[in-house]
């Protein structure tokens, strides 16, 4: 672990227990574009590490810290998140710039480092999110090149089980997906954060069939 100190982090609130785990891409031109901006004082973000697209992992700012990532936020009632939360960035030119597949290398590293993350922290499950589940209207990282499945079949986060239901209306599904943690501001834009993380191959912010049947087997 190589290490490169950000000022851009403060104290966590007393008795802060962390809790959750997001995930982002970087979405810059370069690794080097990323790291600067995330040690610019200017910039006043940051993340707890970044994973470059080799696997070298970079740590930004200490754990116990509060670092600046998740900007205006909601997962499961509530909007400070930065507060409760690991924030790691994965090196990737994302939508502005191109987003590309991430190397097996990285996705190793990623997985081994978040691993090791939620043995330090009491994190559930469903609170290891991306930035697009706790920001739908406005992030898409780390986007539907992601693999989740991938950490899923790892140990880490969720994934629907084989859910019964056939049709349901708009309030039934923001019922489901506000249960299972996200703001439902606009629907539609929930919906597409959704199948981002779930359903990459199509995101249409639309109730179809297997959408549907995704967000009933949330519930499980
Ligand atoms: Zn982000």
């Given at each position: 672990m190589e290490y490169c100190a950000s000022t851009n982090h403060d104290e966590r609130p007393p008795g802060t227990v962390i809790d959750m785990l997001v995930l982002h891409y970087t979405g810059m031109e370069s690794a080097n574009d990323?790291?600067?901006?995330?040690?610019?004082p200017q910039?006043?973000?940051s993340a707890h590490y970044l994973v470059h697209k080799d696997g070298r992992?970079?740590?930004?700012?200490g754990e116990?810290?509060?670092?600046?990532?998740?900007?205006?936020?909601?997962?499961r009632g509530y909007t400070d998140i930065n507060s409760r939360s690991i924030g790691v960035e994965i090196v990737n030119s994302g939508h502005e710039f191109g987003l590309k597949p991430f190397p097996e290398k990285q996705m190793a590293s990623l997985e081994t480092l978040v691993l090791d993350i939620l043995k330090r922290?009491?994190?559930p499950k469903r609170n290891v999110v991306g930035h697009s589940d706790v920001a739908p209207r406005r992030k898409t990282d780390p986007g539907e090149l992601f693999d989740w499945f991938r950490l899923y079949k790892c140990g880490i986060g969720i994934w629907p089980?084989?859910?019964?239901a056939k049709s349901m209306n708009d309030q039934q599904a923001g019922i489901l997906l506000r249960d299972f943690g996200y703001e439902i501001d606009d629907l539609g834009k929930t919906l597409?954060?959704?199948q981002r993380r779930f359903r990459p191959i199509e995101i249409n912010g639309k109730l179809d069939s297997e959408t549907v049947q995704l967000l009933?087997?949330?519930q499980k």
């Amino acid at each position: 672990m190589e290490y490169c100190a950000s000022t851009n982090h403060d104290e966590r609130p007393p008795g802060t227990v962390i809790d959750m785990l997001v995930l982002h891409y970087t979405g810059m031109e370069s690794a080097n574009d990323a790291i600067k901006r995330l040690c610019d004082p200017q910039a006043k973000v940051s993340a707890h590490y970044l994973v470059h697209k080799d696997g070298r992992i970079i740590q930004l700012v200490g754990e116990e810290r509060r670092a600046w990532h998740a900007g205006v936020a909601f997962w499961r009632g509530y909007t400070d998140i930065n507060s409760r939360s690991i924030g790691v960035e994965i090196v990737n030119s994302g939508h502005e710039f191109g987003l590309k597949p991430f190397p097996e290398k990285q996705m190793a590293s990623l997985e081994t480092l978040v691993l090791d993350i939620l043995k330090r922290h009491p994190i559930p499950k469903r609170n290891v999110v991306g930035h697009s589940d706790v920001a739908p209207r406005r992030k898409t990282d780390p986007g539907e090149l992601f693999d989740w499945f991938r950490l899923y079949k790892c140990g880490i986060g969720i994934w629907p089980k084989n859910g019964m239901a056939k049709s349901m209306n708009d309030q039934q599904a923001g019922i489901l997906l506000r249960d299972f943690g996200y703001e439902i501001d606009d629907l539609g834009k929930t919906l597409e954060a959704f199948q981002r993380r779930f359903r990459p191959i199509e995101i249409n912010g639309k109730l179809d069939s297997e959408t549907v049947q995704l967000l009933s087997g949330l519930q499980k």
